[in-house]
């Protein structure tokens, strides 16, 4: 049984499955924005202002929204005057479209009247004392042009300008209130972050939160949106039924990003995003009439597309090496000895102080940092509840951390698992370019009650992208430096003769081999031997004063002034920043690992092999770019009150990639043949195995014998039997 859709006024099309509104009905409508538009779809059962709508249970994106004949992006932010029509799930042309699960919505702008028409309109809604939509819309088209002549030699030249500013406060509010510290309860949280524990260490106060310290909200106290989108075209009806049509869209909004795990404790640090989006392309028409009842029409189009996006926390920005800073810890060192013996330079020493390490931290003084007052908060308070008790408390940093302070680097624990706690920082840094051309055709031969249409389309796409993980390099930095020299020299000990007791010792031991590339760039940066054997205290670096110190081999400390632009991501290696691919510091497509776009040739094979002029590995990643191809024919009859279709629509997609060659090995994969006919090997295949099967063994690299074989998706064990 088909429901029945009932029109509001003639202005809508009455099509249940395929429902169409032009803008004499929703002009009237109290809308504000596009996205509006499409709560009059019936099978939209949520829509929200950033263009996300789910279509009977399915998210629908970019791909299946057309404006003017093409595919577009971001036509929620466009300016509602602009559009004419718009039709919803026109499942009708999948094989003109392709097949959706959702359905396409096609999006006409107006037409450009015979007169100059100019619209401005503003709109502002107060939903709360603190949060409003703010909206100026503008449209102005007409004639540029217009030559009348004899039958078919009409010609004229239009154009249609439209633009929108919007700013938002909250662009997705919450549908049900939801519960978020008080404002002064979270000034004070910030403020105070710990509080001791009874048995030693502390707690955060952030987990004694009650009900009466909450207030509930349907808004997200930083989620403000702003920006403009701006629409263009100008089109040329020739003579003879020809028309050529040049369009252009942008689309620039920053916004902050709300993240669902800081909505109670901190929102302050939900990231910014800032979008471009432009989109260009070119129609061109031709329709060619009979004398008859036969028709042809064509059209040719083109398109180029661009998305660049950057999110990032909106103080730091790009400053990566201030995402996890703390503060200063300033660390005091002692060297430490135990009885024994040993010859210095042929004198054997007998009951003589050993030094058996340089690294007893006898005291940790912080100072607070300036750049993430929410982190620094933590450690602040740890000091302040332990003022003046640095034994158990703040010798060494393990203290510091088993106590609930926080080092360089390090977040507080999320409350309950759920929330993020107060001063957390988001720990990314994107940026995403999306490149598109298109071109299609198609046409139309119309004779009588035949319908013969056809026609094809090709798209390739670029993606590139590039994300830190910005919070960690402190971590990094702490594990890279000093790492070689941890053992001691024993094979060159010195000797400090004492009145009672004789002291050796020995410096630290260079190892070259386990030097990390981080650590010699650093003294060098520094001025130090990068063969040397001082000792970094690396979270001894001071923001404001640009200073760090190190110990010499002597175990003397000192202090170098060395600016606040010390660190940076060329000073590792690319390997020490993908960390082996285990919690990778960044990742790459079409980018280096410093977040430059690479431009050159890169082919698979360059990720294992290219090196840079040190001999170090540069894996180099291409950018992602997938290729479509489609082309369809169709054909319609109308006959005695019957329709008749028929048609085929075929598609190639190419991911212009490497794939696996055997879908269960990330190595090469040999079949039977091959490994029978390797040099050296021993190797006989059971009874039945197929010179094509693959063979499968214990080791990849050193194999020991076979476990089994498959052919297709059929597997058989060492012995040639059916798994």
Same mark, same amino acid.
């Given at each position: ?5 009932i029109?509001?006024?003639?202005s ?5 499955v395929?429902?169409?509104?032009n ?14 538009? /499409? @709560?009059?779809?019936p099978a939209?059962?949520?829509?929200d ?66 007169s ?5 309109? #503003?709109?502002? &809604?107060?939903?709360? @004392? ?15 042009? =217009? ?30 209130? &939801? ?6 309860? %979270? ?50 009806? %020739? ?5 050529? @049509? ?11 990003i ?11 640090h ?14 061109f +028409? ?10 042809? #029409? ?8 661009? %998305? ?18 703390? +503060? ?6 002692s ?9 210095v ?8 102080? !050993? ?9 940790v003084?912080? #100072? ?14 740890y ?13 060494? #940093?393990?203290?510091?951390?088993l ?22 920082? /988001? ?14 055709a ?33 971590a ?23 009145? %009672?007791?004789?002291?050796?010792? /020995? ?28 000792y ?23 202090? !170098? ?15 020490e ?10 990742? /790459? ?21 290219? =090196? ?15 290729m ?16 008749v279709?028929?048609?085929i ?11 696996? @060659?055997?879908p ?12 029978e ?5 021993s ?5 039945g ?21 498959r ?8 012995a040639?039997?059916?798994?």
């Open positions: 049984q088909n429901d029945t859709i029109a509001l006024s003639d809508i099309n009455t099509l249940e395929n429902p169409t509104f803008a004499s009905f929703f002009r009237h409508l109290p809308f504000t924005g596009t996205s509006d538009i /499409y @709560k009059l779809n939209i059962y949520r829509s202002n950033d263009g996300g709508h789910l279509v009977d249970g399915f998210f629908t994106s970019g791909d299946y929204t057309w404006f003017d004949g093409v595919p577009m992006d971001f036509t929620e932010e466009m300016p509602l005057r602009l559009i004419g029509e718009a039709k919803f799930n026109d499942f009708g042309n999948y094989l003109e479209s392709g097949n959706s699960i959702t359905g396409f919505t096609r999006l006409e702008p107006v037409h450009s009247s015979d100059l028409t100019f619209l401005a309109e #503003t709109s502002s &809604r107060l939903i709360h @004392k603190k949060f409003n939509d703010n909206d100026i819309q503008l449209l102005l088209s007409g004639p540029l042009f =217009k030559q009348s002549g004899g039958k078919g030699s009409n010609s004229s030249l239009s154009y249609t300008v439209a633009s929108r500013l919007f700013s938002s406060s909250d662009s997705d509010p919450s549908y049900v209130l &939801r519960n978020h510290a008080a404002p002064d309860y %979270l000034e004070n949280l910030e403020d105070n972050p710990l509080r001791p524990a009874p048995m030693g260490g502390t707690y955060e106060n952030s987990w004694f939160t009650n009900e009466t310290d909450a207030v509930s909200s349907y808004f997200n106290s930083n989620a403000a949106k702003k920006g403009f989108s701006l629409y263009g075209n100008i089109r040329a009806d %020739l003579a003879n039924g020809m028309f050529i @049509k040049f369009g252009s869209y942008t689309m620039d909004k920053k916004e902050a709300p993240v669902y795990d800081n909505f109670f404790f901190n929102q302050e939900n990231p910014d995003r800032s979008s471009l989006y432009s989109t260009n392309y070119i129609l +028409g031709h329709e060619i009439e009979s004398k008859g009842s036969a028709s042809f #029409t064509y059209q040719f189009q083109g398109q180029y597309s661009m %998305l660049k996006s950057k999110t990032e926390d909106s103080d730091l920005g790009t400053e990566f090496f201030k995402y996890g800073y703390v +503060g200063k810890f300033d660390t005091y060192k060297p430490t000895f135990e009885m024994g013996s040993d010859t330079n042929g004198t054997f020493y007998d009951q003589a102080w !050993i030094l058996n390490s340089w690294d007893y931290d006898t005291l003084e912080f #100072t607070p940092g300036n750049v993430n007052p929410g982190l620094t908060a933590y450690t602040s308070g000091y302040s509840i332990f003022n003046n008790e640095p034994d158990g408390h703040f010798e060494n #940093t393990d203290q510091i951390q106590g609930g302070g926080l080092l360089n680097g390090q977040s507080p624990r999320q409350v309950y698992g759920l929330w993020n706690n107060t001063g957390t920082v /988001y720990n990314s840094y994107s940026i995403d370019d999306h490149r598109r051309i298109n071109f299609a198609n046409g139309l031969l119309d004779i009588g009650k035949h319908q013969i249409s056809l026609g094809f389309q090709f798209r390739k796409d670029n993606y590139s992208s590039y994300q830190a993980n910005p919070v960690g390099l402190w990094l930095m702490r594990g890279r430096t000093n790492f070689h020299i941890q053992e001691l020299d024993i094979s060159n000990p010195y000797v400090h003769e004492g009145e %009672l007791m004789d002291t050796i010792f /020995y410096s630290r031991k260079y190892d070259a081999e386990t030097q990390s590339t981080f650590d010699r760039n650093l003294r060098l940066a520094l001025g130090l031997d990068p063969e040397g054997v001082d970094i205290d690396i979270d001894s670096y001071d923001f404001s004063a640009g200073t760090i110190n190190y110990y010499d081999d002597e175990g003397i400390k000192h202090t !170098i002034n060395c600016g606040q632009d010390l660190f940076s991501l060329e000073m590792f290696s690319v390997d920043l993908l960390n082996e691919g285990i919690a990778s510091y960044v990742s /790459y497509i079409g980018y280096d690992h410093l977040g430059n776009r690479n431009r050159s040739k890169v082919s698979f094979e360059d990720f294992f092999n290219s =090196k840079n002029e040190d001999g170090e590995y540069i894996r180099p990643v291409a950018a992602y770019t997938p479509n191809y489609s082309a369809f024919a169709a054909y319609h009859l109308d006959i005695q009150g019957w329709s279709d028929a048609g629509r075929m598609e190639a997609f190419d991911s212009h990639q490497q794939v696996l @060659k055997d269960y090995l990330f190595y090469e994969a040999y079949n039977v043949r091959e490994v006919d390797m040099q050296g090997l190797f006989q295949a059971p009874t195995m197929g010179n094509d099967f693959i063979v499968y063994v214990d080791n990849g690299f050193n194999p020991t014998r076979v476990t089994g074989y052919d297709g998706e059929q597997w058989y064990d060492d040639g039997d059916e798994i």
